[in-house]
């Protein structure tokens, strides 16, 4: 009777790091196939990665650990790509208009992952003693990105704009909306993108020319 399960060969001692990083990576296939949360159960996963279902336990106490794991990596791809993206532009003004398209490449191009990162509750847990701040929320750094861009643009007079928290929120939602209707709405004639987001940008981060 034949198996669907591929076994593997046994890691060498110290590849317990691979292991996981192979059990996230069958996580990540499994939710861009059928963007469910539901479809990362321990059988799933084992599978794919071709162990035995209790192995998992290894690193992972149940699946909503091993998603969180998967979300925890994409919101880091996330602030590599926009971080990147600012390296490459020269001034305060051409960093925040990067970065901020970046930040719609990688949602379009990661569309069911980045659908998942804002449907959970990423309070943390526990909650902290103190009011919680942006640092405290988790997945917070590409966010922290935006606005420390915002404020780099007030500085040096690139932007008019009174309040970098304010105006980056303002942007925020606006790229957060723009991801999200794309990928939802495919069909709809939308405008041409370069200049659509550069302008969107402009605008709402008082941009000067």
Request: glycine content about 6%; aromatic content about 4%.
């Given at each position: 009777?034949?198996?669907?399960?591929?076994?593997?060969?046994?890691?060498?001692?110290?590849?317990?790091?691979?292991?996981?990083?192979?059990?996230?990576?069958?996580?990540?296939?499994?939710?861009?196939?059928?963007?469910?949360?539901?479809?990362?159960?321990?059988?799933?996963?084992?599978?794919?990665v071709g162990i035995a279902a209790p192995s998992i336990y290894t690193h992972f106490d149940s699946?909503?650990?091993?998603?969180?794991?998967?979300?925890?990596?994409?919101?880091?791809?996330?602030?590599?790509?926009?971080?990147?993206?600012?390296?490459?532009?020269?001034?305060?003004?051409?960093?925040?208009?990067?970065?901020?398209?970046?930040?719609?490449?990688?949602?379009?191009?990661?569309?069911?992952?980045?659908?998942?990162?804002?449907?959970?509750?990423?309070?943390?847990?526990?909650?902290?003693?103190?009011?919680?701040?942006?640092?405290?929320?988790?997945?917070?750094?590409?966010?922290?990105?935006?606005?420390?861009?915002?404020?780099?643009?007030?500085?040096?007079?690139?932007?008019?704009?009174?309040?970098?928290?304010?105006?980056?929120?303002?942007?925020?939602?606006?790229?957060?909306?723009?991801?999200?209707?794309?990928?939802?709405?495919?069909?709809?004639?939308?405008?041409?993108?370069?200049?659509?987001?550069?302008?969107?940008?402009?605008?709402?981060?008082?941009?000067?020319?």
């Open positions: 009777m034949s198996s669907s399960v591929t076994r593997r060969t046994r890691n060498a001692r110290g590849s317990g790091a691979q292991l996981r990083s192979e059990i996230v990576q069958a996580a990540r296939g499994l939710l861009i196939e059928t963007g469910a949360e539901s479809a990362v159960t321990l059988r799933a996963v084992a599978r794919r699946p909503e650990q091993i998603v969180q794991a998967v979300v925890t990596e994409t919101f880091s791809l996330l602030e590599a790509r926009i971080d990147d993206a600012r390296r490459a532009a020269a001034t305060p003004r051409d960093r925040l208009i990067a970065g901020c398209r970046a930040y719609l490449a990688f949602g379009a191009e990661h569309s069911a992952l980045y659908g998942l990162l804002f449907a959970r509750d990423r309070r943390p847990d526990p909650p902290p003693t103190h009011p919680p701040g942006i640092a405290d929320i988790d997945g917070s750094r590409p966010f922290q990105l935006l606005m420390h861009g915002t404020q780099d643009c007030i500085d040096d007079g690139s932007s008019s704009a009174d309040s970098a928290l304010e105006t980056a929120v303002q942007i925020w939602v606006a790229l957060h909306g723009l991801v999200q209707l794309r990928a939802n709405e495919p069909d709809f004639p939308w405008p041409d993108a370069d200049r659509t987001e550069v302008e969107l940008i402009i605008r709402l981060g008082r941009l000067t020319s």
